[in-house]
C-alpha cells in the first residue's frame, strides 16, 4: 500500500491489520524509553493547510518514535503566502527527499491529489468534509480496547454530521467492523441524501441513548457554517448536547467519545467530558499508536515490527 486516504480503501482486513499492529506501538510507547529504530533514515512531512493540535503533533511523535526525521509545513510562514501552489509546494518538499507526506486541507480531494503527483506515501490527515481516516482508527482502536470487538455493538453518533469528515471515515470503519450506527442530529445538520449510507437516523437522542454501547459526540463546527444551520448554539445544545441529564441515560458501561476540539458545554457538558466513561483522553493517546502503526504499515518493513512481549530497549 502505497497512500491511506480512506477508510474505505482499507476495507475490514486492512482496519484490522492497522489495529493488529497498533498493539505493537502501543507496548512500544508504555517503555521508558518509548523508541524504536523501525524507520531510521524515512522523512515525513506533515503538510497542513488548516489548523490542527491532536492529528499534526501526533503524527510528528509517532514518526520521531520510530525513528524517522520529521518536517513541518507552517501556511503562515511559507511561500504560499507569496501564491505558490499545491502543486508547486509538494514538488519543493518532494526534491529533498520524502518518504511520506501528511496531509489536511480544506478541501475535500487534495490529499488523492497530492498522491498523483509524488511517488511518496501520502496519508490523509483530513480533508474538507470528505475523510479522515486515522482519526476513524484510533476511534476503533479505543472502543476496541474496552469493548473487545464492535461487532453487534450499537454506536450513535451525534451532532453535526453534515460538516464531519469524522463521521463520514467512522461510519465506514465501525460498520466495516461489524457495528451498527445510528446517525443523531437535526435534519439540518445531516447531508442532503443518505442513500447509500449503512446507517440509521434518527432526531431524539433521549430515545437512543438507552440503546447504544457508545455515543461517540462530534464538534460543532462553526468555521464550516454559513447558512445559519440552527436557531442558536443554546437551542442546540437543548436538544442534541450531551447534558448530565442525558448521560444519565446511557446503560452502564456504555462509552462517550469525542475527536476533539470540544465546545465544553455546547455538544458536551464539561463535567460529561470529564466523566469516567469519557475515553476522550485515551482517543488521543491510541492517537500516537495508530499513527505509528500507519507509517510503520506504509514505510516500514516487516522485520522491525517491535515484538509484542519486547522489554525495554
Ligand atoms: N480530531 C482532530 O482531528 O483534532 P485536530 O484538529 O486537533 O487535529
Known amino acids: 500500500m502505497k497512500d491511506l486516504l480512506t477508510i474505505s480503501a482499507l476495507g475490514?482486513?486492512?482496519?484490522?491489520?492497522?489495529?493488529?499492529?497498533?498493539?505493537?506501538?502501543?507496548?512500544?510507547?508504555?517503555?521508558?524509553?518509548?523508541?524504536?529504530?523501525?524507520l531510521r533514515g524515512k522523512t515525513v512531512v506533515s503538510l497542513f493547510y488548516e489548523d490542527s493540535t491532536r492529528t499534526r503533533l501526533s503524527f510528528e511523535t509517532a514518526a520521531k518514535r520510530l525513528g524517522a526525521d520529521t518536517m513541518t509545513f507552517s501556511v503562515a510562514t511559507s511561500s504560499v503566502k507569496k501564491g505558490e501552489s499545491i502543486r508547486d509546494t509538494v514538488q519543493t518538499i518532494d526534491a529533498f527527499g520524502v518518504d511520506c507526506f501528511v496531509v489536511r486541507h480544506k478541501s475535500s480531494g487534495v490529499p488523492h491529489q497530492i498522491a498523483g503527483w509524488t511517488d511518496a506515501s501520502v496519508v490523509n490527515g483530513g480533508d474538507g468534509w470528505h475523510a479522515h481516516p486515522t482519526q476513524a482508527l484510533l476511534d476503533a482502536y479505543t472502543l476496541r480496547t474496552h469493548l473487545g470487538s464492535l461487532r453487534g455493538r450499537h454506536i450513535a453518533i451525534v451532532g453535526d454530521i453534515k460538516h464531519s469528515r469524522v463521521a463520514r471515515s467512522d461510519i465506514e470503519c465501525f460498520t466495516a467492523l461489524g457495528a451498527t450506527v445510528t446517525l443523531v442530529a437535526p435534519?439540518?445538520?445531516?447531508?442532503?441524501?443518505?442513500?447509500g449510507w449503512p446507517v440509521q437516523v434518527?432526531?431524539?437522542?433521549?430515545?437512543?441513548?438507552?440503546?447504544?454501547?457508545?455515543?461517540?459526540?462530534?464538534?460543532?463546527?462553526?468555521?464550516?457554517?454559513?447558512?445559519?444551520?440552527?436557531?442558536?448554539?443554546?437551542?442546540?445544545?437543548?436538544?442534541?448536547?450531551?447534558?448530565?441529564?442525558?448521560?444519565?441515560l446511557l446503560r452502564p458501561g456504555a462509552l462517550i467519545t469525542h475527536p476533539g476540539p470540544m465546545n465544553r458545554g455546547v455538544e458536551i457538558a464539561p463535567e460529561v467530558a470529564d466523566a469516567s466513561n469519557a475515553v476522550i483522553t485515551e482517543q488521543v493517546a491510541n492517537g500516537?499508536?495508530?499513527?505509528?502503526?500507519?507509517?510503520?504499515?506504509?514505510?516500514g518493513q516487516p522485520s522491525q515490527l517491535p515484538p509484542l512481549s519486547e522489554g525495554p530497549e
Open 12 to 38: 475490514e482486513a486492512g482496519i484490522t491489520e492497522i489495529l493488529e499492529l497498533t498493539d505493537h506501538f502501543v507496548e512500544v510507547n508504555r517503555r521508558a524509553i518509548p523508541k524504536v529504530p523501525a
Open 187 to 195: 435534519p439540518t445538520l445531516l447531508p442532503p441524501s443518505l442513500e
Open 202 to 248: 434518527s432526531h431524539d437522542l433521549d430515545a437512543v441513548l438507552p440503546t447504544v454501547d457508545v455515543c461517540a459526540l462530534l464538534r460543532i463546527q462553526l468555521e464550516r457554517m454559513t447558512d445559519g444551520l440552527i436557531p442558536s448554539l443554546r437551542e442546540y445544545t437543548e436538544f442534541f448536547g450531551l447534558t448530565v441529564r442525558r448521560a444519565a
Open 288 to 299: 500516537v499508536a495508530v499513527r505509528m502503526a500507519v507509517l510503520f504499515l506504509l514505510l
